[in-house]
């Protein structure tokens, strides 16, 4: 594996190299690093040119100064595969990975200048749930207890009451993230990709761990539905790191539907 930096939407991106032939590109999930997707890299790159890179505030790039939405991730792809000179690849994407692809194919299409044959979509983030009961009555609470700490007295008194307050109401990739990246996530989660599912007119492979407790299996059931060329596989018992937890399989597979 070589291992590398790069300059796209003016940041330094690091991202790896492995294997010979016809170019595989892996995006990365939420909070991941290339290291998440070895695996992928030992088991394709026979056959495949693999990539992978590490998308902004994760493992070696750069953070962005300020938040960044789906539209730039998928700018900063496109930069990527002009810069390497590749015109013709397939495409796997993890989690946030696949919301990129479904924003980078889905909205238009026409006007890029590379072809990809074949979309492995796995655990794959861009559908905006409904929000339960209990679920509105947390968000109320939290905006209610955002301004009645964002007081001039308040700031004064209890300076990192309002920080506090988010580590303890968001996620688990909320909580973990620097606050630039927190408003990136942010922007990325509340975007719904359903209306460009449509205009992907690649075979699409869509895999999702029965478990996943990030992007539930549901979701894989609605992209199914709304992507004309597409497959759904369900593996039993795996959560939101299916193609880790069963490598084996997930390997066979999408190889068997790469070749296809």
């Known amino acids: 594996m070589t291992e590398d930096y790069c300059k796209l939407i003016g940041l330094k991106i690091h991202y790896a190299k492995q294997g010979s032939g016809r170019v595989l590109l892996v995006l990365a999930g939420w909070g991941t690093t290339i290291a998440t997707y070895q695996s992928i890299f030992d088991d394709f790159s026979e056959n495949h040119t693999v990539y992978c890179l590490e998308m902004p505030g994760c493992g070696s790039s750069d953070e962005p100064k300020q938040a960044l939405t789906s539209s730039d991730y998928a700018e900063l792809v496109k930069e990527f595969i002009k810069k390497e000179g590749i015109t013709r690849l397939d495409l796997i994407g993890h989690s946030n990975g696949g919301r990129t692809i479904i924003k980078m194919l889905g909205e238009n299409p026409d006007e890029l200048d590379f072809k990809v044959d074949h979309i492995v979509l796995t655990g794959c983030a861009g559908l ?47 909580r973990a993230a620097t606050p630039v990246m927190r408003e990136t996530l942010v922007n990325l989660v509340n975007e719904d ?28 059931e609605v992209m199914e539905n709304l992507i004309e060329d597409s497959g759904l596989i369900m593996f039993e018992n795996c959560g939101h790191f299916a193609f880790l937890e069963d490598r084996a399989r997930f390997a066979a597979i999408v190889k068997n539907f790469l070749a296809s």
């Open 128 to 174: 905006v749930q409904k929000k339960s009961a209990a679920t509105k009555i947390k968000t109320s609470l939290m905006k209610a207890g955002k301004k009645a700490i964002s007081t001039k007295l308040a700031k004064k008194l209890a300076p990192n009451l309002e920080e506090g307050l988010k580590s303890r109401m968001g996620s688990d990739d909320y």
């Open 193 to 220: 990709l359903r209306d460009l599912l449509p205009n992907l007119s690649q075979p699409t492979l869509l895999i999702w761990g029965e478990i996943d407790d990030q992007t539930p299996l549901h979701d894989g």
